[in-house]
């Protein structure tokens, strides 16, 4: 089974993940919480983009993020599955339906090119508002602020309208984490009863 945990940068998805994860392994499961991007050659030139060492167009990046979970399926998550444990996603190709979604890539194109990912049982996105996600990441400068503002915003209603995905539930972030780890729980159960 797996479980896809989604939202803005500073949503608090890690700690919902690891606080998750302790829940289920108390009831008695075997858990591995992975995180997208990978440490893999493709995930560390990803970093490298995204640390700003190195730049990538869309298509590019969109193509790096695919190549590094056809590393991550096959390396980790299909073992994982098939050993029948639960595997929780900090981030998964739904990051991809966001992200690459608001830089400009069609839905379609991504679902199409992230068809060999196993599918989720359930993905809880995070949600916030912007200002609040960046209240908790830590921001260089004033521009960069800006830059990051205008960009989640987008981000977030990418995530927003995957509300009619059937696979897709979203949280109320703003609250503190045991608050949102109840409706976390609620949520799991009933995907897997
Ligand atoms: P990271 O620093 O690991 O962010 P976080 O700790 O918030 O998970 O960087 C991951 C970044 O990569 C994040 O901004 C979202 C982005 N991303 C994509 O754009 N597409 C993807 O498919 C994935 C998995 C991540």
């Known amino acids: 089974m797996l479980i896809d945990l989604e939202g803005i940068d500073g949503c608090g998805k890690s700690t919902q993940a690891r606080l998750l994860a302790e829940r289920l392994r108390e009831a ?15 995930g560390s030139r990803l970093k490298e983009v995204l640390r700003g060492e190195r730049t990538a167009d869309a298509e590019e990046i969109l193509t790096l993020f695919a190549a590094d979970r056809r590393e991550h399926v096959a390396d980790r998550i299909a073992p994982a599955l098939e050993r ?12 991809a339906l966001a992200y690459q979604c608001a830089a400009g890539i069609p839905a379609e194109r991504i679902r199409a090119l992230n068809s060999f990912a196993p599918a989720p049982v359930l993905v809880l996105v995070f949600d916030l508002p912007v200002e609040q996600a960046l209240e908790r990441v830590h921001s260089h400068s004033v521009a960069d602020t800006f830059e990051r503002a205008d960009h989640l915003e987008r981000v977030r209603a990418a995530y927003l309208a995957l509300r009619d995905d059937p696979l897709v539930r979203i949280l109320d ?9 109840a409706d976390v729980w609620a949520l799991v159960q009933e995907a897997t009863e």
Do not use: W
């Open 28 to 42: 008695g499961h075997t858990v591995v919480v992975l995180k997208e991007p990978t440490d893999g050659p493709n």
């Open 84 to 95: 029948g444990e639960i595997v929780l996603m900090d981030r998964y190709y739904y990051s």
């Open 173 to 181: 972030a703003t609250r503190p984490p045991k608050a949102v780890m």
